[in-house]
């Protein structure tokens, strides 16, 4: 299994909803990542977790707030956003930085996405 | 800080002709991996080729292949054979190999014409 799942392909949300964003893998990936796409836009990162705990957070606002509940599943819980918040948000995962040897990559490989707007 | 520039917003290219996409690079890294990613109009975010620093010889896969020159900072995708299912946005990712994170250029927008 190489595939990087999301839920729900499509979300539309008032700015005054609680919403949830979901990303799955089963490569065994211990790290996944969040990353926020506007049209024709590389995609932005916005939080890493490694081996369950978050790495990195691109200094977000708080009203996105990333959960890593276990090394296959990563959410996303929105709350109070905005209509400039609306994109693509890209979930994806990676071997991770410890199993580094040579010819080791660590690619990320990418879910479909969720496209959300925000009203 | 690493940064990763393309150069070329967009390109069109004949169906069975070859394309050349630029990608350009700033670190002071020694070892370090570089990729290509494909994103078809389905928005999915592919992997096309990778390369380590470290080998020195360029890598293919099938109708894909980059050309490495490490002392310029240079990682260009060369297609050839282009097909309709080629037509994508093409993004050049830099990675630091003590790291999980991306460097993501701006992207080339590569639509093939039948």
């Known amino acids: 299994d190489t595939e990087v799942t999301q839920t729900p392909k499509h979300l539309v949300m008032g700015m005054t909803n609680k919403k949830s964003l979901k990303c799955e893998q089963h490569m065994g990936h211990r790290a996944m990542y969040w990353y926020k796409q506007k049209a024709k836009k590389p995609p932005e990162l916005m939080f890493v977790?490694?081996?369950?705990?978050?790495?990195i957070n691109e200094s977000v606002p708080s009203r996105f707030s990333p959960e890593c509940p276990n090394s296959s599943l990563l959410n996303l819980h929105l709350h109070a956003l905005q209509p400039e918040d609306s994109a693509l948000y890209l979930c994806a995962s990676s071997q991770g930085i410890l199993r580094r040897t040579s010819g080791f990559y660590n690619e990320q490989f990418f879910g479909p996405g969720t496209r959300l707007t925000v009203l | 800080a690493q940064t990763v520039t393309q150069s070329q917003p967009e390109m069109s290219v004949q169906e069975a002709e070859t394309v050349t996409l630029s990608c350009t690079y700033d670190t002071s890294e020694s070892n370090y991996y570089l990729f290509w990613y494909k994103q078809p109009p389905s928005r999915q975010m592919i992997l096309v080729i990778r390369?380590?620093?470290?080998?020195?010889q360029n890598a293919t896969e099938n109708r894909f292949s980059v050309n490495f020159q490490k002392a310029a900072k240079s990682f260009s995708l060369k297609i050839s054979d282009s097909q309709l299912g080629d037509t994508a946005m093409y993004f050049c990712?830099?990675?630091?190999?003590?790291?999980?994170?991306?460097?993501f250029g701006t992207g080339t927008s590569l639509t093939v014409i039948p």
């Open positions: 390369q380590e620093a470290y080998k020195q």
């Open positions: 977790y490694s081996y369950e705990k978050l790495s």
């Open positions: 990712a830099f990675m630091k190999v003590t790291g999980n994170q991306f460097y």
